[in-house]
Every structure is written in C-alpha cells, then in structure tokens.
C-alpha cells in the first residue's frame, strides 16, 4: 500500500509521491497489485493482511492525540489504524514494513515501548522493519526498492536491510535519509 489519499494538517490532501512509487516497484517484484490512493483505504488494507506474506505499508503515522497509521478514509472506516486496532487482528505475516515516519517509537513503559511495531508483533507478525524519526520520501522510495530487491533474491531480512542502508547510503550520504530504519522481531 502507498500513498493513500490523506489531508495535511493544513487541510490539503498531502502528497507522497514516493510512497506510490515505492510501493508500485515492490508490487512489480511480488506479482501482485499494490493499493494506491482511493483504493489505500483503512478496510480495504485490513481485509488483506490476514492473508499476506509480506505487509508493505508506506504512507504517514501519527503520534500526538492518537498514535497511528493513515490510510484513505472511507464510510466504512476513520482512515487511522491504531494500535490498539492492529492488536485484534489475526496476522501471521513474516514481516510488515512500516515505510512511515517514527514507526519504530511509541510510549515508554514497564513493558517496554508500546507502540505500532509492537502492536504487529502482538498481532502475530514474526518481524517489522520501522522507522526511528521522521523520514523524506524520494530516499526512504530508493532503499525500500533496494530492500526489496535484495529480499527477493535472498531471504534474509537482515543483509537485504544493510544492502538496501549501504545502497542509499551512496546515493543520499546524510544519514537521515539511510540509517531510519531498524529490524525487529525475528531475523
């Protein structure tokens, strides 16, 4: 899924014009059809992920009043996956990406960091790749295509990451457009 259609916080539908292009070429590599825009909605992404190998959400989170994952609302749903909604579900997914920004940060607890990649976990997700701060869109599009690409000539969720850092890391030396993302759960 990538680039569904949401309103920024000046009320304009917020453009993310890499998410959709991200989210075509991992389709492309998959066989599959990606959800893009009208068709990126709440219902529509979580009917599906019962079902997927693989869960490949680029679009934007939210983390002040109420934590969660934007999608194109519809009369069927508010448009934000929280994280208490993902917790009901029944995944068993090997991995979900979550292309957004502070994915990977939630709120501090005994327990740990609750938050979107440990409602996935809890979902029944073996791991999550998540964002650690706020990402930019063309170079988070770049190393998720590398990610991927990597990923389908080898499983290993772990070098197919570093491959993808390394890779983008030549193209967008700043280490905020490379080094966002971390892998957790099972390797």
Known sequence: MGNPIIQSDRRE??????????????????NTQPLIGNAATETAVVQRMPQA???????????????????????????L?????????????????????????????????????????????SSVIASLWDISDQPTAFLMTKFYQKLHEKPDKA?????????????????RDWAAFTLIGLL
Not at 57 to 76: D, E, H, R, V
Not at 94 to 123: E, H, M, Q, W, Y
Not at 159 to 175: D, H
């Open 159 to 175: 070098a197919a990451l570093r491959y993808a850092m390394l890779e983008t890391k030549k193209k967008y030396p700043n280490p």
């Open 81 to 125: 996956l929280t994280p208490a909604e993902i917790q009901k579900l029944k995944l068993t997914a090997d991995l979900v990406v979550l292309s957004a920004n502070d994915t990977a940060i939630g709120k501090i607890t005994n327990d740990g960091v609750i938050g979107l990649s440990r409602s996935f976990l809890s979902a029944g997700v």
């Open 13 to 30: 539908p917020l453009q993310l014009l890499g998410a959709e292009q991200e989210a075509k070429a991992i389709a492309q590599l998959f």
């Open 53 to 79: 190998k693989i869960i490949h959400l680029a679009t934007k989170a939210y983390l002040n009043n109420q934590q969660g994952l934007a999608f194109t609302p519809s009369t069927q749903d508010d448009g």
